[in-house]
């Protein structure tokens, strides 16, 4: 067996090992592969049964396996001609960790280029004390108004999509930390060292009556958009009636919906976008199925550019820095594979380098 397949089979037994189940378990999870086309209700598949979705007509499945690339089999369509409704979140206002994966069928739905926002509602409870994630054309936006009609909401964080995320289906994670009155958006791991998605502390005095008392409506508003007023307003999250206002209905697909009943951390974001995405190669950073000299400089570069790939995330914190290096450097230097070439060479040597000193000076 040749080097380089010895060394795939041992990364890919690495990832095994060190991959991770979900570390926090839903009280609600709303999974489309329990769904039968036809049906008026999304039940939940956990032992809660007290926040099913109805819907007013029969669901529509997508045709066949909507993503062979992951664990996601099945999906609910939703094209602007129904919604689900439930009861209010008003029970769960205190600590909670909202997790969708979602396929738009488009980030232009106007195909306006951005000239007109089409605001579509994703999921939302409550009215003018409430909370409610849109999408407005590429960007998602999550916002919480507790301070009630005559005011912008409270909170509004959002993370702009490109084409190449909503080729399969997306990861939005909003959790609330109640206590703290700290408010996070994750879209996707990648987004979780992002600006947007830093916390947001609310200074409002207001009850911590984050998700309103009105119906929750998922794919489309039930009743009044959750944390938006009946004036237009600065921030354009206003429902000036009881049918969505300014707010359509999302178009696109949903596979599953999960609700937790305490905050989700970095950690358990990623675990669970782990558990759904394909199997990650630790190390494999070009995506060319081997661990070997040729990941050296994309991981040199996430380093120097900030950004984030599971694949380079090797201490598995959510976030690619320093602590990766050498961690990164055993694999690389174990692995085989194809030989490191220059100038890759003293790419690892400055990598080598910097953890060494790292050890001795932590």
């Given at each position: 067996?040749?080097g380089?397949?010895?060394?795939?089979?041992?990364?890919c037994?690495?990832?095994a090992l060190t991959?991770?189940a979900?570390?926090a378990?839903?009280?609600?999870?709303?999974?489309?592969?329990?769904v039968t086309?036809g049906?008026?209700?999304?039940d939940?598949?956990?032992?809660?049964?007290d926040r099913n979705?109805?819907f007013g007509t029969?669901?529509?499945?997508a045709?066949g396996?909507?993503?062979?690339?992951?664990?996601?089999?099945a999906?609910v369509v939703?094209?602007?001609s129904?919604?689900?409704?439930t009861?209010?979140?008003?029970?769960?206002?205190?600590?909670?960790?909202?997790?969708?994966?979602?396929?738009?069928d488009?980030l232009?739905?106007d195909?306006?280029?951005g000239?007109v926002?089409?605001?579509?509602a994703?999921i939302e409870?409550?009215g003018?004390?409430?909370f409610?994630?849109?999408?407005?054309d590429d960007t998602?936006?999550a916002?919480?108004?507790?301070?009630?009609?005559?005011?912008?909401?409270?909170?509004?964080?959002?993370?702009t999509?490109?084409?190449?995320?909503v080729?399969?289906f997306v990861?939005i994670?909003?959790?609330?930390?109640?206590?703290?009155?700290?408010?996070?958006l994750?879209?996707?791991?990648?987004?979780?060292?992002?600006s947007?998605d830093?916390?947001?502390?609310?200074?409002?005095?207001?009850p911590?009556?984050?998700?309103?008392?009105?119906?929750?409506g998922?794919?489309?508003?039930?009743?009044?958009m959750?944390?938006?007023n009946?004036?237009?307003?600065?921030?354009?999250?206003y429902?000036?009636n009881?049918?969505?206002?300014v707010f359509s209905?999302f178009?696109?697909q949903?596979g599953?919906v999960r609700?937790y009943d305490?905050?989700?951390?970095?950690?358990?974001?990623?675990a669970s976008?782990n558990?759904?995405?394909?199997?990650t190669?630790?190390?494999?950073?070009?995506?060319?199925?081997v661990?070997d000299?040729?990941?050296i400089q994309?991981f040199?570069?996430?380093?120097?550019?900030?950004?984030?790939?599971a694949?380079?995330?090797?201490?598995a914190?959510?976030?690619?820095?320093?602590?990766?290096i050498?961690?990164?450097?055993?694999i690389?230097?174990?692995?085989?594979?194809?030989?490191?070439p220059?100038p890759?060479?003293?790419?690892?040597l400055?990598?080598?380098?910097i953890?060494l000193?790292?050890?001795?000076?932590?």
């Amino acid at each position: 067996m040749s080097g380089t397949r010895i060394a795939g089979l041992w990364v890919c037994a690495l990832a095994a090992l060190t991959a991770s189940a979900p570390a926090a378990t839903p009280a609600y999870e709303y999974d489309a592969a329990t769904v039968t086309g036809g049906d008026t209700a999304w039940d939940s598949t956990t032992t809660q049964q007290d926040r099913n979705w109805a819907f007013g007509t029969g669901l529509s499945l997508a045709a066949g396996d909507p993503s062979p690339a992951t664990s996601i089999d099945a999906a609910v369509v939703f094209d602007a001609s129904d919604r689900g409704s439930t009861d209010a979140f008003d029970p769960l206002r205190n600590d909670i960790g909202i997790e969708l994966w979602i396929k738009p069928d488009s980030l232009d739905p106007d195909g306006q280029g951005g000239a007109v926002i089409t605001k579509q509602a994703v999921i939302e409870s409550g009215g003018p004390s409430g909370f409610g994630i849109s999408l407005w054309d590429d960007t998602v936006k999550a916002a919480v108004n507790r301070s009630g009609e005559a005011a912008d909401p409270d909170v509004i964080l959002t993370h702009t999509l490109t084409s190449t995320d909503v080729t399969d289906f997306v990861q939005i994670v909003f959790t609330v930390d109640a206590t703290g009155e700290t408010f996070r958006l994750y879209v996707n791991p990648a987004a979780g060292a992002a600006s947007p998605d830093t916390p947001v502390d609310s200074t409002t005095t207001a009850p911590k009556n984050w998700s309103g008392q009105n119906p929750a409506g998922l794919g489309g508003v039930a009743g009044r958009m959750g944390a938006s007023n009946r004036k237009v307003s600065t921030s354009g999250w206003y429902s000036p009636n009881e049918t969505g206002g300014v707010f359509s209905q999302f178009e696109g697909q949903i596979g599953l919906v999960r609700l937790y009943d305490d905050v989700l951390s970095g950690a358990d974001v990623a675990a669970s976008y782990n558990d759904i995405m394909p199997a990650t190669i630790l190390g494999d950073v070009n995506g060319d199925g081997v661990v070997d000299g040729l990941d050296i400089q994309p991981f040199v570069d996430l380093l120097t550019g900030g950004g984030y790939q599971a694949e380079a995330d090797i201490n598995a914190d959510a976030v690619v820095d320093g602590l990766d290096i050498q961690p990164f450097v055993d694999i690389i230097t174990g692995a085989g594979g194809n030989p490191v070439p220059e100038p890759a060479t003293l790419s690892l040597l400055a990598l080598g380098g910097i953890a060494l000193r790292r050890r001795r000076t932590g």
